[in-house]
């Protein structure tokens, strides 16, 4: 699976409209179907036309709250820190989540939540990614399910491959963050809009390989 957030060159200033915007994501979306995501964008999100939107913009909109998780998402598609999105950050980014296969999401989340980068999961970035999903007064019971169905005892982190084989034990693991895109799917274009474009994202990365 093909990584949108590495493998395209951005151009175009802040809140750069559709047409001006010039990623590889024209390689994979038609011209009418970029016009309706920037509309979508204009009119269900961007409502005082300032060009980006905020983290409560989008909260409201999809009708989720304010948590660990979406304010890990948010960060994730905010990518200059700036604290809002431009149409060129929300359309590369969402394109990105939403097109995620099962594997192509539990391993976002790995990255998402290897905070220091290095290719591993510790005890503490795992107790992350528990909060993160279903809150504090949770934690508790997740953790000790988590470290019962992995090797964490013993290694005290975990690698990439390892996380996936602890998701497969523990599939309600990740439960919170697939039941997110599926909403954000739903009120962004449809999930047959999604569904298309997980098929034709893949069929991207497998002739770009």
Known sequence: ?????????????????????????RKLTTEAERRRLHRFFATKLDRNRGGTIELHEMLEYFEVEETPLTLALFGYFDADGSGSL?????????????TLE????????????????????????????????????KMGDKMQ???????????????????????????????PIANLQMNMQRRCLGTRFWRRHTKVRSKYADSDA
Request: glycine share 8%; net charge neutral; hydrophobic share 35%.
């Open 86 to 98: 431009t149409f060129r950050e929300f359309s590369l980014h969402m394109y990105n989540f939403l």
């Open 145 to 175: 399910k988590v470290m019962s169905g992995s090797d964490m005892k013993k290694k005290a982190s975990l690698n990439e491959d390892e996380f996936l084989e602890l998701v497969r034990r523990s599939p309600n693991l990740l439960y």
């Open 1 to 25: 699976m093909c990584d949108l957030c590495c493998c395209c060159c951005c151009s175009g200033g802040p809140g750069a409209p559709w047409n001006s915007v010039n990623f590889g994501l």
């Open 102 to 137: 099962k594997e192509g999401l539990h391993r976002f989340v790995f990255r998402l939540h290897d905070r220091d980068c290095n290719g591993r999961l510790a005890t503490n970035e795992v107790e992350g990614l528990v909060r993160d999903a279903f809150g504090s007064a």
